[in-house]
């Protein structure tokens, strides 16, 4: 019974389109293994949220466009307008991505295709909803989920990113840099963010790793503010 190597080899166990594992035996029928629709829902799941906060996020970009950045300094550059973000949250991103699947869904089940659901903030949760209802039929009987899981897969590490960098805080800024380079003080402006104690001069390249170096450092400032005085007075 063990012995039938070749014929072995030759037959090939029915493997998850998605990610090419074996299926196990009470999955024999199925286009895509358990793990990977259950991936594939808690994703769909996330999506709305992840879509409302960045839509206020684009929000605001909109409203500060043309106001210029808040921190003022003539070397300061403006933010730029975040276009991962816009282009997720705008028509022909994730409201589109999202129909395109159910389209083709309706389309293999002989459906209408969707039917209007206003703008994206309104036509998220809508697509996701078909979609979380229908995840079941496609991860069993349709041989193209697996491309719409990847897409999914993809559409939600492109929002989670976008939403990891917008939690990052402001940069507050710390001074200008004290450092003379060629006798010459530097005089860029210092940044530092809240979760990280090291400051790193853009320009000199001079870094200040700890709250002790900080402590250096306001002393080095007011060193060259006393001396700036001097030269006034
Ligand atoms: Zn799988
Ligand atoms: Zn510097």
């Known amino acids: 019974m063990h012995d039938h190597t070749a014929d072995l080899t030759q037959y090939e166990w029915p493997t998850c389109t998605a990610c090419r594992k074996p299926l ?35 929000a605001l970009m909109r409203g500060a466009s043309g106001g210029g950045a808040p921190t003022s300094g003539s070397k300061t550059p403006p933010i730029p307008p975040r276009l991962e ?30 039917p209007w659901r206003g703008s994206p903030r309104q036509a998220v949760p809508e ?4 979609l979380l209802n229908n995840l079941p039929w496609a991860a069993d ?21 976008a939403v ?41 390249g001079t870094e200040w790793g700890d709250l002790g170096a900080w402590r250096e450092l306001r002393q080095q400032q007011d060193a060259v503010l006393a001396e700036a005085a001097g030269v006034a007075a």
């Not at 196990?24 to 949220?49: A, F, H, M, S």
């Not at 697509?127 to 078909?130: P, Q, T």
């Not at 899981?149 to 989670?160: S, Y």
């Open 24 to 58: 196990w035996e009470n999955e024999y029928e199925r286009q895509i293994c358990r793990p990977c629709e259950d991936k594939t829902r808690v994703r769909l799941q996330e999506l709305p949220g992840l879509f409302a906060q960045l839509d206020t996020t684009a």
């Open 141 to 161: 009987a349709y041989d193209s989920v697996a491309q719409d899981v990847e897409d999914i897969r993809r559409l939600h590490a492109e929002c989670a990113a």
């Open 127 to 130: 697509h996701v909803r078909f």
């Open 164 to 204: 990891a960098n917008e939690r990052k805080p402001g940069r507050v800024k710390t001074g200008l840099c004290p450092v003379r380079v060629d006798g010459q003080l530097c005089r860029a402006q210092l940044t530092a963010v809240a979760t990280n104690h090291r400051i790193r001069c853009g320009t000199c």
């Open 85 to 114: 973000v816009l282009n997720l949250v705008a028509a022909g991103g994730m409201a589109t991505r999202l129909r395109d699947i159910e389209d083709a869904w309706r389309n293999r089940l002989g459906w209408t295709v969707a």
